[in-house]
């Protein structure tokens, strides 16, 4: 079973639009991290986002929203008022503790690709 | 600052072929990791470092060889290349810190082909 569920496999807007991208994690854990990555058409892998289990206020960064909620395993994402330059692939991915430390195995989604028309 | 570097950018081998996949950050980070990415399949862990001399497996490690002798330097052997193992490789770099985990920085990755 997959730890990260991100099950919009390709969303298209229209720009100006928002958009939301869902994340839906599993772990047994108390204590791990989240995280959002987006990843441009030239390949580079871009940190967005990182949170602790502890950590459950949402977050706002300019265009960027996060809604992180425990009682459903989410950790949506949304882009306000999207751009043309927010096309990308976006990945969620959560980081248990392994061994004792907080630095466990990654583990990605599998991606959603977000296309902006303008 | 170079972050994290990996080489080379691109390369073809031929089956059964052996090749080292370099990585290294300038960052001191301790813990050190290689993903392949596949279309469709988002990134998966092949290997990860804790630290100078400590290596352990991730979801697929199987087909590849990974040492850590140095705090900058973790790179990725392939000993005897598979069609199968065309893919990107990202090489990810972080620090835990008073248990804080930092994010993950990533190498630009390293597209290999493997005919």
């Known amino acids: 079973a997959q730890k990260v569920t991100q099950a919009q496999t390709e969303i298209s807007v229209v720009e100006k639009e928002d958009v939301t991208l869902d994340c839906v994690y599993e772990t047994r854990d108390t204590t791990y991290y989240l995280f959002w990555y987006k990843q441009p058409p030239s390949g580079e892998l871009v940190f967005l986002i990182r949170?602790?289990?502890?950590?459950?206020q949402n977050e706002i960064s300019g265009r960027y929203s996060w809604n992180f909620q425990k009682s459903t395993s989410s950790f949506n994402f949304t882009i306000t008022a999207s751009q043309v330059v927010d096309s990308a692939v976006y990945f969620c991915?959560?980081?248990?503790?392994?061994?004792?430390?907080?630095?466990?195995?990654?583990?990605f989604g599998r991606g959603t690709q977000l296309t902006v028309w303008p | 600052n170079a972050g994290v570097t990996q080489t080379p950018k691109f390369q073809v081998l031929k089956t059964g072929q052996s090749m080292t996949l370099q990585c290294a950050q300038d960052m001191n980070h301790e813990y050190m990791s290689w993903y392949r990415q596949d279309p469709g399949m988002g990134l998966r862990l092949i290997h990860y470092s804790v630290g100078a001399g400590i290596t352990d497996q991730g979801e697929v490690p199987n087909g590849y060889n990974v040492s850590r002798s140095t705090t900058e330097d973790f790179p990725l052997r392939l000993l005897s290349a598979a069609p199968s193992q065309t893919s990107v490789y990202f090489c990810?770099?972080?620090?835990?810190?008073?248990?804080?985990?930092?994010?993950?920085?990533f190498g630009s990755g390293t597209r290999l082909t493997v005919v």
């Open positions: 949170r602790n289990s502890f950590d459950e």
């Open positions: 990810a770099s972080s620090l835990d810190r008073d248990r804080v985990t930092y994010g993950y920085t």
């Open positions: 991915a959560l980081s248990e503790i392994y061994r004792g430390s907080t630095l466990g195995r990654l583990y």
